[in-house]
């Protein structure tokens, strides 16, 4: 049982290219979620999935994309990476029991140059 | 869900317990607090969480004000591997999709 899994778990991009952050789980949970993380910022929620098929937006959504083809998975895509978008990036889980608490993986760490 | 106020920083030395307050004033009754806690480079991670009662696990104690606006995270005893950043969080267990939105949290310096 691996939890929560992030891949990959660094990485540099150029201002302009695009990537994917992957986040899958073990744990048949149907909430997930994508978080950033930036010194003295805490955690701020980018987009989550209440089940597979559906995403919705957080409170910092602009330039990132998400999709959640399949339960397991949820993806984080940069479509065109701008230097603001250096950061650390976390995934997080949870079952649809009401008090359940997330899951969190061990992040992806991200610098645009 | 209810915002939560949380001192920035905290020492406690090795061995002692630690206490770590959380102000939630404008909590609404059906919504429980949560504490997690993020070691340094790691996720967060899930401590403890209740609704009215004091509550107790493995890892740590909760005590909630009767009026529920305020609560204290206490770690027993506390040992050099807490030291961590502690994220205090109110929100509707039920309500369906809503994320938790976390702070700054309470750094937490262990000493020896």
């Known amino acids: 049982n691996a939890g929560v899994t992030q891949t990959p778990k660094f990485r540099v991009l150029k201002t302009g290219q695009s990537m994917t952050l992957l986040c899958a789980q073990d744990m048949n949970h149907e909430y997930m979620y994508w978080y950033r993380q930036d010194p003295g910022m805490g955690l701020r929620l980018i987009h989550y999935?209440?089940?597979?098929?559906?995403?919705a937006k957080g409170e910092v959504p602009d330039g990132y994309n998400v999709s959640r083809l399949k339960k397991q998975n949820f993806l984080l895509g940069l479509e065109s990476a701008a230097p603001s978008q250096t950061s650390v990036y976390f995934c997080?889980?949870?079952?649809?029991?009401?008090?359940?608490?997330?899951?969190f993986g061990n992040g992806t760490r991200l610098t645009v140059t | 869900d209810a915002k939560t106020t949380q001192p920035p920083s905290m020492d406690c030395a090795e061995g002692r317990a630690a206490n770590l307050p959380c102000n939630h004033s404008?909590?609404?009754?059906?919504?429980?607090v949560y504490w997690y806690r993020q070691i340094h480079s790691q996720g967060p991670q899930y401590i403890i969480h209740?609704?009215?009662n004091n509550e107790t696990n493995e890892m740590a104690s909760l005590i909630i004000t009767e009026d529920r606006k305020s609560s204290t995270l206490i770690l027993p005893h506390a040992t050099l591997r807490d030291t961590a950043v502690y994220y205090c969080i109110v929100r509707v267990a039920n309500q369906a999709g809503t994320a938790l939105i976390f702070g700054k949290g309470t750094t937490l310096s262990v000493s020896s």
């Open positions: 404008t909590i609404s009754g059906n919504e429980y």
């Open positions: 997080a889980s949870r079952a649809i029991t009401g008090v359940s608490p997330l899951h």
């Open positions: 209740g609704l009215k």
């Open positions: 999935s209440v089940g597979e098929g559906t995403t």
